[in-house]
Nanobody, 122 residues
Framework: QVQLVESGGGLVQAGGSLRLSCAAS????????MGWFRQAPGKEREFVAG????????YYADSVKGRFTIARSNAKSSLYLQMNTLKPDDTAVYYC???????????????WGKGTLVTVSS
């Protein structure tokens, strides 16, 4: 059974930082492209960042480029998202997801975690 478990969310002031983690089990982690997505209240789920199977390529939404960094450890079957200079608009539930596709997107992820809440206060 595939499980993706996010952690690291919480309440932070604007300008602060958080590091999200995602622990994967039940799948061969290195076979999957990984991504972070988020969903704010009343909004659709959106792509945040993605990383290729061997971390050779990374992808970012324009809204987080230069502030967020995605990374993975295939040895630890883990995915990370370092979030710096956080803004109130970054408030959302953040989801980890895995895909056999080459480029991650909201419509082509095969497995999803349950999410972790990030709240950025102004």
């Amino acid at each position: 059974q595939v499980q993706l478990v996010e952690s690291g969310g919480g309440l932070v002031q604007a300008g602060g930082s958080l590091r999200l983690s995602c622990a994967a089990s039940g799948l061969t982690f290195s076979w999957y492209t990984m991504g972070w997505f988020r969903q704010a209240p009343g909004k659709e789920r959106e792509f945040v960042a993605g990383i290729s199977r061997i971390a050779g390529n990374t992808y970012y939404a324009d809204s987080v480029k230069g502030r967020f960094t995605i990374a993975r450890s295939n040895a630890k079957s883990s995915l990370y998202l370092q979030m710096n200079t956080l803004k109130p608009d970054d408030t959302a539930v953040y989801y980890c997801a895995a895909s056999v596709a080459t480029i991650p997107g909201p419509g082509n992820m095969d497995y999803w975690g349950k999410g972790t809440l990030v709240t950025v206060s102004s």
